[in-house]
């Protein structure tokens, strides 16, 4: 099981990134995937998650800014996220949840300035 992340960045206030996961060794639409961020110093946060029905859900803080999406042929899943903020600044990872056991990337930083 791979999970690589790219497309962070740095970014004005109020602009979008689309951060991209490249997984592979496991059939993408078979499990849940979800991406999770991280301040430095602080506890990991869990943004948003597509189910294997494609159904997804957000937390409070991401919600109606970061859409999870899937591309099953491409073996991808994507975070849009819009209307960005300095709080945003953070390395954000994707991982995949598989028989009780989650597998993560390495993560991809975005930085968002004022």
């Known amino acids: 099981v791979q999970l690589v992340e790219s497309g962070g960045g740095l970014v004005q206030s109020g602009g979008s990134l689309r951060p991209s996961c490249a997984v592979s060794?496991?059939?993408?639409?078979?499990?849940?995937t979800s991406w999770v961020r991280q301040v430095p110093g602080k506890e990991r946060e869990l943004l948003t998650t597509i189910l294997s029905s494609t159904k997804t859900g957000h937390v409070d803080s991401a919600k109606g800014r970061a859409t999870i999406s899937r591309d099953d042929a491409k073996t991808m899943i994507y975070l849009q996220i819009i209307n960005l903020k300095p709080e945003d600044t953070a390395d954000y990872y994707c991982?995949?949840?598989?028989?009780?056991?989650?597998?993560w990337g390495q993560g991809t930083q975005v930085t968002v300035s004022t």
């Open positions: 060794g496991f059939a993408v639409s078979t499990y849940a």
């Open positions: 991982n995949v949840l598989i028989s009780g056991d989650f597998y």
